[in-house]
């Protein structure tokens, strides 16, 4: 924002500002002014720290290159914080660095505005704006490199995608005609890429008009740095899978955005063999899952090795109304499931539900699967589970579960073969019989078996 007095100084006639709306406008009907499109300022900054460079303002160059907070790159910004800007190869790469810092890519605009500066066609164009400075070509091709070959690692991909548009500020159009020409022969998969390549392949994967069907990080042939500059290509795909890759929170922020994009197009997210996925990481990914733009599917956490935390963070999110997830893949995970509840199972679905409690059956207490059409042969699956000698289960409920005598007869044979811990057996509202029952009742009054309650 600015003022009457700073339009004046500029040279601006105050009572003629609405001939520059182009340019400024007037808001709150005091004498406050700010720009219509935030480029312009982005723009006048970099032309002003460009000119402050080229006239050696060391003090204005030095305050804005001080980083503010620790960083990624602090052991890269400790061998110049004392040190003068010698050279523009130096002066740009610290700008870069410096607006890598930013979470929220903030100085993004202004940081290629300022490497276009650098080329003497653009410093002509501005005429008496900016002090001509003669750049040499040994120095312009040291930038391009630098731009190419900088370690991203530890940064947000989405702040990654700006070293590519830096480049193309430079007019350095070899990196998005090589991805162009990739693409166009199907060789894309085939190709060495670097990691300047992924940042232009995943600004374009993200531009295309047609959705991608699929998007596998592990089909590229490029370093892992180079598939965590891929990852923001997620935006643009209905199934994306990530396998085995160590991310930071600022990848999985990514993943999350893309689940809550107006609109959102991923309906699958395979994350299987990611071991450094963490409870924060589990708990961001839920939250998006919880959002109304969210229309995932399909999430398969398998080989995670997720905690009880992150399970209770999954929990909470398909227990929101809100959620359309319609499969999640758990296997192997380091939780002690105590309560499941809810979950629209068919009878298939019950054989891997079996499967899954025996591979880990001691910690499951209580187990409600009430309003599921399991059907006789949903329950005989599960009873495999119960005739387990490691099961602790001490609550069924199978209310309204379209069960009949054969239900029962299983329950009973399951109950019989293993004396468990099971205490209270619901079996309302499936319609049946005293006599269909009998069976069941019979345990209660056995001092051998454990049931205690049966309800009906």
């Known amino acids: 924002m600015f003022y009457s007095e700073d339009l004046e100084r500029c040279g601006l006639d105050v009572s003629e500002v609405s001939v520059y709306s182009g340019v400024c406008t007037e808001i709150f009907k005091r004498e406050i002014y700010c720009f219509v499109h935030l480029s312009v300022q982005e723009f006048l900054a970099a032309v002003y720290m460009f000119h402050c460079y080229t006239r050696k303002d060391t003090a204005v160059i030095n305050k804005f290159l001080k980083y503010s907070k620790p960083n990624p790159f602090s052991w890269f910004v400790g061998l110049f914080n004392n040190d003068p800007v010698t050279s523009l190869d130096d002066f740009l790469r610290r700008a870069l660095m410096k607006s890598l810092e930013s979470e929220n890519g903030h100085l993004d605009l202004f940081v290629r505005f300022l490497h276009g500066l650098s080329l003497e066609s653009n410093q002509r164009i501005l005429g008496g704006l900016l002090d001509q400075r003669n750049s040499h070509p040994e120095t312009i091709q040291k930038v391009l490199n630098n731009l190419k070959e900088v370690n991203s690692d530890e940064i947000s991909p989405d702040r990654s995608i700006n070293i590519f548009h830096c480049l193309m500020e430079m007019k350095d159009q070899s990196v998005h005609q090589e991805i162009q020409a990739f693409l166009k022969s199907g060789e894309i998969s085939e190709r060495r890429l670097s990691v300047i390549h992924c940042s232009a392949l995943a600004y374009l994967l993200q531009m295309l008009e047609k959705v991608l069907?699929?998007?596998?990080?592990?089909?590229?042939?490029?370093?892992?740095?180079?598939?965590?500059?891929?990852?923001?290509?997620?935006?643009?795909?209905?199934?994306?899978?990530?396998?085995?890759?160590?991310?930071?929170?600022?990848?999985?922020?990514?993943?999350?955005?893309?689940?809550?994009?107006?609109?959102?197009?991923?309906?699958?997210?395979?994350?299987?063999?990611?071991?450094?996925?963490?409870?924060?990481?589990?708990?961001?990914?839920?939250?998006?899952?919880?959002?109304?733009?969210?229309?995932?599917?399909?999430?398969?956490?398998?080989?995670?090795?997720?905690?009880?935390?992150?399970?209770?963070?999954?929990?909470?999110?398909?227990?929101?109304?809100?959620?359309?997830?319609?499969?999640?893949?758990?296997?192997?995970?380091?939780?002690?499931?105590?309560?499941?509840?809810?979950?629209?199972?068919?009878?298939?679905?019950?054989?891997?539900?079996?499967?899954?409690?025996?591979?880990?059956?001691?910690?499951?207490?209580?187990?409600?699967?009430?309003?599921?059409?399991?059907?006789?042969?949903?329950?005989?699956?599960?009873?495999?589970?119960?005739?387990?000698?490691?099961?602790?289960?001490?609550?069924?409920?199978?209310?309204?579960?379209?069960?009949?005598?054969?239900?029962?007869?299983?329950?009973?044979?399951?109950?019989?073969?293993?004396?468990?811990?099971?205490?209270?057996?619901?079996?309302?509202?499936?319609?049946?019989?005293?006599?269909?029952?009998?069976?069941?009742?019979?345990?209660?009054?056995?001092?051998?078996?454990?049931?205690?309650t049966l309800r009906q």
């Open 213 to 452: 069907d699929e998007l596998n990080l592990r089909q590229y042939n490029t370093s892992e740095e180079g598939r965590r500059r891929l990852i923001p290509a997620v935006r643009n795909c209905r199934k994306f899978q990530l396998s085995g890759s160590f991310l930071s929170k600022s990848h999985w922020e990514v993943v999350a955005s893309a689940m809550t994009s107006n609109p959102s197009h991923l309906r699958e997210l395979s994350l299987r063999w990611n071991l450094n996925l963490t409870d924060a990481d589990v708990k961001l990914l839920s939250s998006a899952m919880m959002h109304p733009n969210c229309r995932l599917e399909t999430l398969r956490l398998s080989y995670c090795r997720l905690s009880e935390i992150s399970c209770d963070s999954l929990a909470s999110a398909l227990r929101s109304n809100l959620s359309h997830l319609r499969v999640l893949e758990l296997s192997i995970t380091r939780c002690r499931i105590q309560e499941l509840k809810d979950c629209s199972l068919s009878e298939t679905s019950c054989g891997s539900l079996a499967s899954a409690l025996r591979s880990n059956p001691s910690h499951l207490r209580e187990l409600d699967l009430s309003g599921n059409q399991l059907n006789d042969l949903g329950v005989k699956l599960l009873c495999g589970f119960l005739q387990d000698p490691n099961c602790r289960l001490e609550t069924l409920r199978l209310r309204d579960c379209s069960l009949s005598e054969i239900s029962c007869g299983s329950l009973a044979s399951a109950l019989r073969s293993n004396p468990s811990h099971l205490r209270e057996l619901d079996l309302g509202q499936n319609q049946l019989k005293d006599s269909e029952l009998k069976l069941l009742s019979d345990l209660i009054e056995n001092p051998h078996y454990g049931l205690e």
